[in-house]
């Protein structure tokens, strides 16, 4: 099955900018564009995550028919194994560095109890495995008719089970109730998880959008006829988006049906334009760089999330090592926000070199 490096260009690009907006020099000094959206609204950083999901739906492309020829066995027992070690690999991500120490000196584990269920690698996982199962055992139509149904179902869900506020939204309720506050995200103010459980329905339909437009240019080819639909879908998923926020606003933290939408009409269009730059006009000098981190994108999301965490505890004196490095490094260079930036180009940097040399060495690491 030939492989489109537009792609692993795309997964390679989202990858990198996942990495610039998740390690800014200093949180208090970033450009509005690489923050996400207080509440409503969508910002070029809202968009990231849910294009990381269409891409999984593009690798799906490939995997979902190689599964299936090997019977309904043989996709569940792949596609749990995969997604629970995904799910298990962004658990421990919380959990890391796993032990701590306390006033006295003395050393113990960090209390499970207190630990972050959900999370990005978690909602990935989830979305990944659920679509799996939907496009194996009931087929494009079956794929077609739950993304229709999770769309306006959740849409009555928000409205019907809550309100559209941080604290009173459906969503929220949901992971209150079968997690504990304990276990949720309480960065908002609230105990209240982005990456909640309920959100997984509507994400689904990225993966599933993925999936479909991987089939689509393996199937029909990179031709004109495909970009035209390709473009076609793309602005009507956009324009459908934006009528739709006048009565369900665009908001990534609740994963609104129209955020869906929108989202998945700029990949459309984005990938619809790498697939005309490097399939049909051959544009391919410029590739390499994402190609690099589309090769090993799991480990290298793991790897800048780790290093962030080790930079974090390490002390250089009063500070931690995160903050020292900017500060001796950076915030003498330019202005606040450049000097914050430059700090979160240079960090993806630093993982595009481990990318680098793992590609020259061919070690590609898969779940």
């Not at 496009?135 to 959740?154: D, K």
């Not at 960065?187 to 909640?196: A, L, N, T």
């Not at 697939?275 to 790897?303: D, P, S």
Request: glycine share 8%.
């Amino acid at each position: 099955m030939k492989r489109l490096l537009s792609l692993d260009v795309l997964r390679g690009l989202t990858v990198a900018l996942m990495i610039i907006v998740n390690t800014p020099g200093d949180w208090g000094t970033v450009y509005a564009p690489l923050l996400h959206a207080q509440w409503h609204g969508f910002t070029p950083t809202d968009w990231v995550f849910p294009t990381f999901l269409f891409v999984v739906g593009n690798a799906l492309s490939f995997a979902v028919p190689r599964y299936a020829a090997q019977g309904h066995s043989a996709v569940l027992r792949k596609a749990f194994k995969r997604n629970a070690i995904i799910f298990l690999l962004g658990f421990l991500l919380f959990w890391f560095p796993f032990v701590t120490q306390d006033s006295s000196g003395a050393w113990g584990w960090i209390p499970l109890a207190g630990s972050r269920i959900p999370g990005v690698l978690q909602r990935i996982a989830l979305c990944s495995l659920l679509a799996t199962l939907i496009l194996n055992f009931w087929g494009t139509r079956g794929a077609l008719l739950y993304s229709v149904l999770a769309l306006l179902g959740y849409w009555w869900l928000l409205l019907a089970a809550g309100d559209l506020t941080l604290a009173g939204n459906a969503p929220a309720r949901f992971d209150l109730w079968l997690l504990g506050e304990a276990h949720l995200y309480h960065g908002e103010g609230v105990p209240f998880d982005p990456e909640g459980l309920l959100g997984t329905l509507p994400a689904t339909v990225n993966v599933i959008a993925g999936y479909f437009t991987g089939r689509m240019l393996l199937e029909q080819g990179t031709g004109t006829a495909t970009l035209r639909r390709m473009l076609l879908a793309g602005l009507a998923a956009v324009l459908l988006a934006l009528c739709w926020q006048l009565v369900l606003p665009l908001n990534k933290k609740l994963w609104t049906s129209s955020y869906v939408l929108l989202t998945i009409g700029l990949d459309l269009l984005a990938l619809a334009l790498l697939v005309y730059a490097i399939e049909v006009r051959g544009q391919r000098g410029w590739t390499y760089f994402f190609e690099v981190f589309g090769k090993n994108t799991l480990f290298i999301y793991l790897l800048s999330e780790l290093a962030v965490v080790i930079l974090s505890r390490v002390r250089v004196g009063s500070r931690d090592a995160y903050s020292w490095l900017y500060q001796h490094l950076f915030q003498q260079l330019a202005a606040p926000q450049l000097a914050s930036l430059l700090f979160a180009l240079c960090f993806m940097l630093a993982c595009w070199l481990v990318a680098w040399q793992m590609d020259k060495r061919q070690w590609y690491v898969k779940v």
